[in-house]
């Protein structure tokens, strides 16, 4: 029975009864990196399979400036990105991706600014920074709604040329005028992943900034896990939207640099 | 430490703000962001070849993503086995991509 009163002396003590915190982490947050590692994996098996698909393609051999696309060779990446809203016609290559990243990488500063605010149980910090994060996510899911529009109605002269002759126009899952058509499906497989999981994160933020402007983190009442601040959730979260960017990471490596 | 700090009562003084660590972090994401943008756009393909490029990329790549996991995540300040049940198992995806992208290469020698 000794651990048994150890515990009753840490009020509020749900999850870990065993007595002692293993990993020095609470409940809640070690799940949730237990998870964002099998996330992890999951999208592993994505890049890696654009990755085997792509270098069984053949690879682009002339120069930039003469690239054409052809569905017989993986396209250069910053002949395909070069779009930009409002600025029809005009080549910029990789400029609007380079935005994509800087908001997500500013809304994980945010994140991380209200994950401390969260530690020094500063209410309002929390809902400041929890609101210029939900801010970013919702423009980086708006930017690649542009993006993938235009991937899909493609340039006004179109691309590759089909077996028959004639010239494509956009990309979707059967045809692409970018080049081979696997790299439109992984595009939209890949990228869409990824979008999806920016969008689960807004709702989370959303959800703990909802909680966080009604006080619920500072019920007096409220369990909290052994070990951890009031505003943990906020921590969990910001482990989930940091993931989110760090995924994007590699996305950006492996289809706009690559 | 949370430890310190969460459990103490709500209405109490409200610490300031210590985020020059956070701002840091920003700074360099960044950096490593622009450089990779340099090295794609600025420098043509006749003096640096594709491969060095990316390899470069890649080691660019995972410094930003320790940057990202270890600060904004925070896993450098937890307890160093916790991190190493994250790390580790990252060798088993080093090993699958390469094993795939040899595999890629063989599947295109033979079309």
Known sequence: ????????????????NGGNIPLKASWGKLMMWFFL???????????????MIRYSHAAYQGTAENFKFSLDYWPVPEKVFE??????????????????????????????????????NDRKDVEKWMLWTILGGFTFLG?????????????????????YGQVIYGANLIQNQYGPVPFANLFFFITGFHGFHVFSGVMLN????????????????????????????????????????????FVFTAFYLI | MADV????????????????????????LL?????????????????????VKVGVYIILTIAKAFYIVAEFMHLKHEVKFLGMCIVLPM???????????MEGGALYIRW
Request: proline letters at 3%; glycine letters at 8%; hydrophobic letters at 55%.
């Open chain 1, 1 to 16: 029975m000794a651990h048994l009163a150890k515990t009753n002396e840490h009020e509020g003590s749900l999850d870990w």
């Open chain 1, 37 to 51: 590692l099998s996330d992890a994996f999951s999208f592993s098996a994505l890049l890696i399979t654009y990755a």
């Open chain 1, 83 to 120: 779009a930009m809203p409002f600025l029809h016609g005009i080549s910029l290559p990789l400029v609007f991706v380079g935005i994509m990243t800087f908001i997500l990488i500013m809304s994980s500063v945010t994140m991380v600014l209200a994950v401390e605010a969260g530690h020094r």
């Open chain 1, 143 to 163: 930017c690649q709604a542009w993006e993938w529009t235009h991937f899909i109605h493609g340039t006004d002269k179109g691309g590759a040329v089909d077996v």
């Open chain 1, 206 to 249: 959303v959800l703990v900034f909802y909680n966080t402007a009604f006080g619920v983190y500072e019920n007096p009442n409220r369990v909290i896990d052994e070990g951890a601040g009031r505003y943990e959730m906020i921590e969990k979260v910001g482990l989930y939207w940091h993931f989110v960017d760090l995924v994007w990471v």
């Open chain 2, 5 to 28: 700090h969460g459990h103490t009562h709500i209405e109490g003084e409200i610490a300031k703000p210590n985020t020059a660590g956070i701002w840091r972090t920003f700074w360099v």
């Open chain 2, 31 to 51: 950096a490593i962001t622009a450089l990779e943008f340099i090295i794609a756009l600025a420098i043509p393909s006749s003096i640096v070849p594709h491969l």
């Open chain 2, 91 to 101: 060798i088993f995806i080093a090993w699958f991509l390469i094993a795939m992208v």
